[in-house]
């Protein structure tokens, strides 16, 4: 009964990371609030959904391998993340910071 | 709330942030797209693979998502070289 309404809980917290996610991907203004939506707020939905399909299954085989799909989204999806984000810098979306390191690493390179 | 619902569900948001792949200003906007988009139907898979209980669907969402991974981290270091100088860096 209280198994149940936890699951139902977890598959709705992740229904809501999803619809944030894709109304910030097409509403916010810049490139980088765009990929800060695009990489926090999509793994928490989809960690949700795999944590509700967890708590369903039990604890079998399947489970264990949800469990290792949980672990490779949490390596890779910061990865991506700050990858697309340091191409862009790269590639000249440069906004104003109050302070910056890598300008000078990237552009003043004479 | 059953599984069909919240396979739907995720279907929709993944057609709402179609709209930045077609209308991106910048390539690197549809890399991101195209990763959430990515994210979001690996999700629908394993929602698949619990619906008609195929563990076979578990498999396959794994080897996408490390295809995926691969993917979007080419794409971004092709795509983000043009900004770099001339010169050649140590």
């Keep these: 009964m209280i198994v149940d309404w936890i699951i139902r809980f977890f598959l709705f917290s992740g229904m809501v990371f999803f619809l944030t996610t894709a109304i910030a991907l097409i509403r916010f203004p810049d490139f980088y609030s765009r990929m800060h939506a695009a990489s ?6 989809g960690i949700s959904i795999l944590i509700a399909l967890i708590i369903q299954e039990g604890p079998s085989p399947l489970s264990f391998r949800l469990l290792l799909l949980i672990v490779f989204l949490l390596i890779t999806n910061p990865v991506v993340g700050h990858a697309l984000s ?7 979306h440069v ?3 109050t302070r910056d390191d890598l300008h000078e690493r990237v552009f003043d390179n004479d | 709330m059953n599984l069909e619902f919240v396979i739907i569900f995720v279907l929709f948001c993944s057609m709402i942030s179609f709209y930045r ?10 890399i991101a797209a195209v990763s959430a988009i990515g994210i979001m139907l690996l999700i629908v898979l394993v929602l698949l693979g619990a619906h008609f209980n195929r563990a076979l669907f578990i498999d396959v969402a794994l080897v996408y998502g490390v295809l995926l991974f691969i993917d979007v981290l080419v794409m971004a270091k092709y795509f983000g070289t043009p900004g770099r100088h001339e010169e050649e860096e140590s």
């Design chain 1, 40 to 45: 926090k707020c999509l793994i928490g939905g």
């Design chain 1, 86 to 92: 340091r191409a862009s810098y790269h590639y000249g």
């Design chain 1, 95 to 97: 906004i104003k910071m």
């Design chain 2, 21 to 30: 792949l077609i209308k991106g200003p910048h390539p690197l906007d549809r």
